[in-house]
């Protein structure tokens, strides 16, 4: 079923970029499968963290965190396809945000969507539809880029072992990261998911191994970190 998907989601975007390439009036392009990786049309190039909740959730017994976001899935998966991106899977999360506004933390069930074939300008829009649609202030998109991009303002890092109420405990008593990061995620398998500012790195891993997590550095991705809409 997941093979026929992708295989039917891939011929339609192809089917699309197609019809663009061959009019004489278009300018050349990258999106769509022209983005796709070589030999590889199936890696993803991009990943975004979603939601589809708009209310403040402080209590994390809240029967809400127990939304599989399902249906959400598919329809981030078609919106991806309209914009000529390619989603090849998703991650349930449980993720933990402060706002500065507020001056709160809420708990919030989202996901982590990759996207292959997909390069900024697909991105971009693919997160902004999303913003709209769902009333977000803003959708966290993550371009994967080498780590010498010029580009590659961000990196992700994956931290095992690191429960939920451990890492709400942790950013709540600590207001640098608290607002340098304004939150983070954990798999359902208990690992941490942090998406964050090259610049903060070391402020970063000092977080991490503080938690007595164990930083890792075959773990962190590169690339251009935009929240669309901010």
């Known amino acids: 079923m997941i093979a026929a998907r992708i295989t039917a989601a891939l011929a339609f975007a192809l089917t699309l970029t197609g019809a ?15 983005s796709c990786v070589p030999g590889n049309p199936l890696q993803p190039t991009a990943e975004l963290f979603a939601t589809d909740n708009t209310a403040t959730i402080t209590d994390p017994t809240d029967p809400r965190l127990g939304d599989q ?11 991806a ?7 090849v899977g998703s991650d349930l999360l449980d993720g ?10 809420t708990y919030e069930r989202s996901r982590e969507f990759r996207l292959a074939c997909t390069d900024a300008k697909n991105l971009f829009w693919i997160a ?33 072992g ?7 405990d942790a950013l709540v008593a600590d207001p640098v990261v608290r607002d340098r990061l304004g939150g983070g995620s954990v798999t359902q398998s208990g690992t941490l998911v942090l ?5 903060d790195l ?5 977080f991490v191994t503080g938690l007595g997590g164990q930083w890792d550095p075959s773990t962190l991705q590169y690339g251009d970190r935009e929240f669309v809409g901010s």
């Open 128 to 160: 902004d539809d999303l913003r709209v649609r769902y009333h977000q202030e803003s959708v966290l998109s993550f371009l994967l880029l080498p780590a010498g991009d010029p580009q590659a303002n961000g990196f992700t890092v994956s931290v095992p």
């Open 20 to 34: 663009a390439v061959i009019s004489p009036a278009a300018p050349a392009q990258a999106y769509g499968p022209a």
């Open 195 to 199: 998406v964050a500012d090259r610049a």
């Open 81 to 87: 396809l309209t914009e000529l991106g390619l989603p």
């Open 202 to 206: 070391d402020t970063v891993r000092d």
């Open 69 to 79: 976001l399902q249906q959400f899935e598919i329809e981030v998966d078609a919106t």
């Open 162 to 168: 690191i429960d939920r109420t451990r890492f709400h």
């Open 96 to 105: 933990i945000f402060w706002s500065s506004d507020t001056g709160q933390t």
